[in-house]
């Protein structure tokens, strides 16, 4: 039954309506989502949303109540996760074991032999840029160090599937470029991966695609431009030759204005046309854009939406 | 895969200083102390004295020079009151007095009456007609066998020491590798590293490989200090150690082994219910508790062989480790007993890992706040194993 539909396309993860409950909290509630070879997807939801445990269950570190998660076409069991790359949200490493040793551990847990695992380390230690913290104790590296240790250790055994829940979260600038390019590589090489991330620029910059969950369930997926294309809102961009003194919009929330310029949210329905000559009517205009919203925006109105129709639930 | 965790916890737990100070200290203060006992206990060489002897005490220099294990003499013949005075000798015999300069030294009094009564008793018996032969069948000592009603012959002292040393050292080294096995499992999870571990590796092949891992250390170390203890007892050549003693210890590794594999296991489970390092000492008391009873049982029955006490506990999976061996050492244990408390030891290992492991992998995951007892048994969101 559960195998019937074998003309479906199944390759990569595929999540089939997983549930779980602790306690009285619903923590995933039915979700279903899909990560194809190749794909890079943001996995998007606010706080106790779900994703961390969406993420653990892939790992088999839950036990779900109901719901099935596939690699390839084929139950997750052991073997697969052998093939799966995972860096948890709060950084797991062992403080006074030194980086490459620690590095070569994963990879001999992961099944590599010795001489495969110091090779391995060697490559990614050197990509992630701490190859030359290789022999100091994982608690004399910073942070940011810490974390791109953490992608080492999640890529040594080079797998076909990458789970990283927050890989961004604490990095500066420069090592946020770098992951960013070892993950897109990563996806670009055939490999799944599924990241979830609280920095929506970053988001929007690195993946095409999204899921975006909120009280366990999805509210969206797909093609971030074609959500932002969907989405009945629009943003309207205004700047002025010379400061305007007060302004309101004819319609919608003014979520900036300094004088100079202004955003302004359209509400689903709105008249442009008249937001715009309201807008042209206060002063002498020099740029002006009427756009959907950005996928912070989008991911506020989504998440909001649902979070106010949960309630009488 | 449980090798490759193992050999982690033997490189990484068997390079810390704190390791090594102590296999080092127990070591060197094993050696130390048989040395100490046997430079206190005066060992061969003898004390140095000189004997001042005046023309009258002429006949007594030959015998007086001889000697014997705790005093090397040296005599000063001719010698006068002035030699005494200004030290040249340590006592002044004319053949009827010992003058001293001051309080007489004991030993050095005691030698001299000594070798001069035998002198006496010579002299005497050759004017009573008896010759050097019939002198010495007159002192042939008198061999008297000694018989215990315990059963424990002469080693009985020995066996007691060392049943002894056999309990308290099991006890201390469950109770030190109990807590190390604790503190690497809180460590793994405080540090949230047991994530990134469950998302390769199952909890029963990582407790599988932690305990593989430090039974071989403390096997290791307990090694290492037998053979300190050894070499201490060479050092000292007069402790005759008996056979029968030396014949228990690999009694008593096999039972430190399975003590150890039941013991690690109930360290490692109480060791997961906690996040922090802070609440490990408040954690570790399940599984402290009944070592420190099987501890209090032995250290209490020490002047008291066959006490009921330990007879029953070394029975027991919880107390056995350290009353097994009190028991093998002191010569009272049967082997059918033996054979029956080491298989109730071994079975119940399998038990504990059933109940541990239950209890581990339930708690892993969890944080914050410390697992209650309840949770982690009914275990409804538990990691498959």
Known sequence: ?313 | MIWTIATREVVTRGRSKGFLAITAILFVALIAAAVAIRFLGGGDDARSVTIGITRDGAALVGPLAVGDEDLDPTIVTGADVADLENGEVDVLFDGAALTWDGSPDRGLDDYIRRVVQEAAVTDRAAAAGLGVTELGALFEPVELEEVRLDGGAEESDIRFAAAAVSAIATFMLLQVWGSFMMMGVIEEKSSKVIEVLLSQIRPATLLGGKILGLGILAVGQMLIVVIGLVIGLALVQDIDVPSGVWATAPLLLVTFVLGFGFYATAFAAVGSMVSRQEDATSAQLPAMLPLFIAYFIAVSSLGSPGNPAVTIGSFIPFTSPVLLPLRTANGDMPGWQVALALAILAVSIFAMLQLAGRIYRYSLLRSGARVSWGEAWRNRNAVDL
């Open chain 1, 1 to 313: 039954m559960t195998n019937g539909s074998s003309s479906v396309a199944t390759d990569g993860l595929v999540i089939t309506d997983i549930a779980k409950r602790y306690g009285s909290v619903q923590a995933v509630d039915g979700l279903t989502l899909a990560v194809p070879r190749g794909a890079l997807i943001g996995f998007l939801g606010p706080n106790g949303a779900g994703k961390t445990t969406t993420m653990r269950a892939v790992m088999g570190m839950v036990r779900l109540d109901r719901g099935t998660i596939s690699w390839d076409g084929t139950t997750v069991d052991d073997g697969t996760r052998r093939r799966v790359g995972y860096m948890p949200q709060e950084r797991g490493l062992y403080a006074r074991m030194k980086v490459k040793e620690q590095v070569v551990y994963f990879g001999r847990l992961a099944g590599l032999s010795k001489s495969e695992a110091n090779a391995r380390a060697e490559h990614w230690l050197d990509r992630v840029g701490v190859s030359d913290r290789a022999d100091s104790l994982v608690q004399e590296l910073s942070g940011g160090n810490q974390q791109r240790v953490q992608l080492a250790v999640a890529l040594v055994h080079d797998p076909d599937l990458l789970i990283l829940d927050e890989p961004f979260a604490g990095l500066d600038p420069v090592a946020a470029e770098n992951m960013r390019g070892i993950i897109a590589d990563r996806a670009e090489a055939g490999a799944s991966v599924l990241f979830s991330s609280h920095q929506l620029d970053l988001v929007e910059d690195l993946c095409e695609q999204v899921v975006i969950i909120a009280g366990g369930r999805l509210v969206a997926t797909g093609a971030i431009s074609d959500l932002r294309a969907a989405s009945p809102t629009r943003l309207l961009r205004v700047r002025w030759a010379a400061p305007v003194g007060r302004w309101q919009p004819l319609a919608g929330t003014m979520l900036r204005f300094d004088g100079h310029s202004a955003e302004v949210e359209l509400p689903a329905g709105a008249d442009v046309q008249s937001a715009i000559a309201n807008a042209v009517s206060a002063g002498p205009v020099t740029e002006i854009a009427v756009e959907p919203p950005g996928l912070a925006d989008l991911f506020a109105d989504l998440v909001i939406g649902t979070e106010a129709a949960e309630v009488p639930a």
